[in-house]
Each structure stands twice: as structure tokens, then as C-alpha cells.
């Protein structure tokens, strides 16, 4: 009666998956195959922190955290001045006694400076559609 064979596993360090081909498994058999490389850092489990400066969140879609990685599909970049002010606990306003809500702001406030800005802008916006004044005299 013949021993039974020990089946071959993958030479790659820590895994213990069935051998493929060239002593690899199929996943990194496919790796080195598509990359040249084994790439550890593209495989399922590996933590990835975001790529901006001091965020250091690991929830990343394509290396950025979820926050910076949907600033950059809404706005095509990074938008530091428009984010959260982490720590800001009250409103600047001198007098606000409210909690902070964006922008150093609590939500009254903040809301009263966006409505202001979005007028003069409509405003801007509707004299460039009009062009220069004219004067009507009267007889």
C-alpha cells in the first residue's frame, strides 16, 4: 500500500492555498501574470489609509477615505476649505452661544452668510445677462 502525497500549497508567505502553477496559487499565480509582481497591497484584507495629508482614515475607495474620495467626484479636487472643522465647538460669531455646525459657524449663521453670497450671485449673474443700463428719459 502507497503513502498518501501532501498536496502542494502556495510558496507565497502566509498562504496555505492549494498550489496552481509555478508554486502559486490561482490568486497570486494571476497576480504576477496581470502585474509582473505579486501585489500585496491590491489583495482584499490589506488596510490602506487615505492618501491626504493628516486624515489617516482607512475607509479608502481608490486610496482616498470616503469624505476626500467624494470631494474629488463633486468638486474634481480636494476641498480643505469647505470641510468640517473638527474641534471648532462654538459658533465665531462674537455673542453665539450655538454649537457649531460647518465653516466655524453654527447653523443660523452659516445659513444667513450662504443665503447672503447665493444673492449677490444671482444678482451678478442677472446684470451680465442684461448688459449695461440704459436710460429711459421721460418727456
Known amino acids: ?19 496552481y502553477a509555478n508554486d502559486l496559487c490561482k490568486k497570486h499565480y494571476a497576480q504576477v501574470l496581470r502585474y509582473g509582481r505579486l501585489t500585496p497591497e491590491r489583495e482584499r484584507g490589506a488596510v490602506r489609509v487615505c492618501l491626504v495629508k ?3 482614515r482607512t475607509d479608502t475607495i481608490k486610496w482616498h477615505c470616503r469624505k476626500h474620495a467624494r470631494q474629488i ?3 474634481g479636487k480636494l476641498t480643505p476649505e469647505r470641510e468640517h472643522q ?24 452659516y445659513n444667513q452668510d450662504r443665503w ?3 444673492k449677490t450671485e444671482r444678482k451678478k449673474r442677472r446684470a451680465a445677462r442684461k448688459g449695461p443700463r440704459r436710460r429711459v428719459h421721460a418727456r
Open 116 to 118: 447672503k453670497r447665493r
Open 73 to 75: 467626484r463633486v468638486h
Open 1 to 19: 500500500m502507497g503513502h498518501l502525497r501532501q498536496p502542494k500549497t502556495c510558496s507565497v508567505e502566509n498562504c496555505e492555498a492549494r498550489h
Open 86 to 109: 473638527m474641534g471648532s465647538v462654538g459658533c465665531r460669531v462674537r455673542g453665539c452661544k450655538e454649537p457649531h455646525r460647518a465653516k466655524g459657524l453654527c447653523a443660523i449663521h
Open 54 to 56: 493628516g486624515c489617516g
